[in-house]
């Protein structure tokens, strides 16, 4: 089994976010809670029990009028890989490995079945991607009928999270076994944000295959963790050294400064800081 | 043995500290917490066999293709349709929604009769046939009374079969009081009507513009077919399209735009004007276009020169003189430019002048019916139904002038009117309006002075709704005949809002009627059938279902099997047929009715002395606010800044603020000539000092608990400001006043 592993290339699924093609219209985030069963409650206004694997933030420049700038930023779960591969935050503390992180294709699982809600996932996530259910979902009489059969809905007491669409990644891969094949092509695989985004600033591929978009796109430079050479391209939170996979564009200077915490004063963006 | 009372505590006492002690408890504790998870309420969708069926979406005008997947015969996830010449492939959220729609608790189920006062709530269920026969037996005495022009139709569309049966109805019946829901559309139909002397649907080409200058339409905040527009936003972006927005508030647009150029609100049509000015007098227009295919332009250019100097539109707009002239020349001087106004998401009209006066640049830059260019989009024709047989009661009955005043001696091209409806409606035995007939809209909420609509609706004997879902309409009815919502039933759709080239698609059933509904057009048949006579000979078809087909005859083919027939080789109209103008060419000047495009500021409501401050609403595509409500899930993605609980905020300039003496959150009451409300302060530097902005979408009353009783209604606090020379709506805004609460 593991011979037969380190005979497989890798792939290393990432998403592209282009800032200036985004519109903040929030489908990405809608798209998301229908394709993965989310629950919904009466009150939604308050965002940190409000259950969005894929959130939209709304980003000011802080110019006063007429100065002043917006932009919106996608924020689905990043699925860091950590400095050495498989060490993401969240993977590191759960005491269940109730979430884990795939070798072979990148992405941070959720396990619910396996979660017992201790939320040490949730503080040790810096982007904020992980949601706790504090109750149990409940559908409107009826509204069941439209829930999905390729993703379990999620009972109270655990964390969930964005998977990129992992059934989608399963559904594919099945499809190209039936069809005698090993490999997937590009438009394959896509996420369901990336689908239905309106404005097509969403671009998901391998990125470690430097014929997909993605890494056309970003130019992920391994040698240092997958950081951007395209200068418009950013990660969030860059210097945490999470080794997100998830990339932004942006054109605009002040939102690619927002991407990370900067003193006042600091101009460059810095070499990541390594800890621990 | 015997058991004092010393005895007795002790023993509880010790009881409870020993169980207290073992592990019991907290074994129980842990068991019954992993045993609540277990229960069988959390669901496990069957699974089944995977399908897919295309359709088109109707929630907006955008009318995109959708591709909705199953299994067995349970609708699971829609998504958009690939290679559809309006989405190919993206969908917005609410689109992305239908599935709560179908599936949600705010579904009429059966056809529901009032039982107590209007409002209150109280509906009995009542069989299709007796609900029709109801119906039926209002409107023959309506009619043999001999006053069959007392009955309305408020329709949200008026293209495709199944408006135009209701249309057909009304004429058959003998009332010409059919009436669209009211949009910037409106305008524009009507200044091409003057200028061009044609009745068609505006069109933007935007895909090929270069330059593009927008007097505050919201492109990507839900204007015209919003997943279009995301698509065309997107392209200008990898081209590096100019977009200009102007605007007193950073809308999204705006903030997506090159250039963001703040105006004094309602005084986009000056600035029209003053740009106007500059390529007039530098002689930057196309020399070509304007000899060749413009009429009174040496006439309107002496007006433009003298009126409209930068200076004097400086000081009207607020934008400075240098701004506007460079303004001018970037437009003049781009290839392609294109101008579009109408505000926000398009759902209110502009003044006629205003809207003029933009088109007017684009003749001036000569991008009519080009490339890049405004298009008069003549619709397909492909509704060839036999003539209406009219009766003497009919013919009577169409004599008479429309209710809304549209087409009379004061607005003669005006084709729909509908906020001016609510004056005309008096109480008593000559009520204009006997019954009323709502369908695909919800006038009750999107109309502003929601009061004064709902007093005027309470003297009409009768309303009848057809919605799908309880909204704030059916609400106030006295029957709903639910429709099947457009996931249930057949309907062809025609072009999009907006667009250039021809698009039919097809709405087909993806389930089958999940409740005891009905379509719409059948509903119109057996009411015709019911009526016998001439009406009922109007209608030769068994059912709505056959009448599609036999209308769109090979197409109908076509449309099942591809889903949606498109004229990608759309050319622009000829030029020598494009204007039915008396000289034949695009009018300045229109000397028949001395139409010209001119900056007329509207007068709206409240003096500045009450009321320091201006209110003005702003749309968002994550609040739907035309007849469809938020479902659930949209709700979901309203941001903590415009909804708190059930507290929504009104946007305010830190300046403003300071002045008023508010800062962030506070509690205040908004109170302007038309209504008062409470809302919460949140500080934004993105909108102009003075005003205060009030998303539209919320405060609804009627469907669900997931939307009603959130945030207040923007159109209880704004009323219709009557344009003088068009009789369309032209409030863009209202004076207002905020104190704290």
Redesign the interface.
Known sequence: MKEGRTHKRFQKFGMVI?L??C?????C???C???N?VP?R??????LL?I?WMR?Y?L?N?????E?????LPRPCMQCAGQHEGHSPCVSVCPAIATDYSMESGIVSQIYTRCFGCRYCMASCPYHARYFNWW??????????????NV???????VEKCSFCFHRYQRAKDRAYMEGRRELQEDEYQTACT???????ITFGDLNNPKHAVSEMVEPDPKHSGRPKNPNAFRLLERLGTNPKVYYLSSREWVRRAGDNYLKNEKKVKKPVHHG | MKIGRRGFLSFVIGGAAGTALSPLPWKLMDDSSIWTQMWPWTPVPEDGEASYVNSVCTLCPGHCGITVRKIDNRAVKIEGMKGHPVNNGGICLLGLSGLQLLYGPMRVKTPLKRTGKRGQGQWEKISWNDAVSEVVEKLRDIRSEGHPQTVGFISGFDRGTVSRLFERFLTAYGSPNFMRMPSVRDSYELAQYLMQGVQALPGFDFENSDFVLSFGSGLIDGWGSPVRMSRVHSAWQSAGVKVIQIEPRLSNTAAKSDKWIPINPGTEGALAMGLAHVIVKESLYDADFIENNVEGFFDWKNLVIDKYSPDTVASITGIDSRTIVVLARGFANASKPLAVCGRGNGTTPVNIDECMAVHALNALVGNIHKKGGVWAVSEPDYINWPEIEMDAKAAAGMQHERLDGAGSKTYPFTRYLLPRLPETIDPGEKNPLQALFVSGANPLYTHPDTQAVRNAFDKIPLVVSFSSYMDETAQNADLILPNHIYLERYEEVPTPAGMIEPVIGLSRPVVEPQFNTRHVGDVILQMAKGLGGSVAKTFPWDSYDSCLKETLGDLWNYLIDKGFWSNTGAMPPFFGTSYETASGKFELINKDNGSIPQFKPVSIEGDEKDYPLLLIPYDSMRLACGFIGDPPFVMKTVEDSILKGKDVFVELNPKTARNQGLREGQRVVLTTPKGKAEVKVHLFEGIMPGLVALPRGLGHTGWDEYLAGKGINFNTLIGPVEDPDSGLDAAWGIRAKLEKA
Request: proline share 11%; glycine share 10%.
């Open positions: 282009d200036d093609k519109t903040g219209c929030g489908s985030m809608v798209a809670m229908a394709e069963n919904f009466k009150d939604e206004s308050n965002k409000s969005t939209v709304k000011t802080g110019m006063p009028f007429p002043t700038d917006v932009c919106y149990d979902p409940i559908w409107p009489d009826g509204m069941e009928k439209y829930l999905s059969p379990s809905p999620r009972m109270r007491g655990v689908q239905a985004c309106p404005a097509g600033a």
